[in-house]
Nanobody
Framework: QVQLTESGGGSVQAGGSLTLSCVVS????????MGWFRQAPGKERERVAA????????RYADSVKGRFTISRDNDKNTLFLQMNELKPEDTAVYYC??????????????WGQGTQVTVSP
């Protein structure tokens, strides 16, 4: 079975940085696009960033452009999200997600359990 396991969340002050990781097992990682989503209390889940199967195409939410970087290591079945210049409004549970195709135009079909990111003023 496919498993997505996130790590790297935590608490930081505004302006700080965190790097999230997501290890994928049970699926040929390099065949699929991946994404990071987040959900803050009382808000809908939103996509933060996405990356295609080989890592050459990425997309970011406007709210994180220039601050977050998504990347992947296909040899290690691992997805990353480097988050810099964190703001209190970035506080949310962050989820790793796998798409059922090489590009990120469809709805993800696999999700991780989520990792909490808390940014204090």
């Amino acid at each position: 079975q496919v498993q997505l396991t996130e790590s790297g969340g935590g608490s930081v002050q505004a302006g700080g940085s965190l790097t999230l990781s997501c290890v994928v097992s049970g699926r040929t990682f390099s065949n699929y696009a991946m994404g990071w989503f987040r959900q803050a209390p009382g808000k809908e889940r939103e996509r933060v960033a996405a990356i295609n199967w080989i890592g050459r195409n990425t997309r970011y939410a406007d709210s994180v452009k220039g601050r977050f970087t998504i990347s992947r290591d296909n040899d290690k079945n691992t997805l990353f999200l480097q988050m810099n210049e964190l703001k209190p409004e970035d506080t949310a549970v962050y989820y790793c997600a796998a798409y059922p195709a090489v590009y990120f135009h469809e709805t993800p079909d696999r999700w991780g359990q989520g990792t909490q990111v808390t940014v204090s003023p």
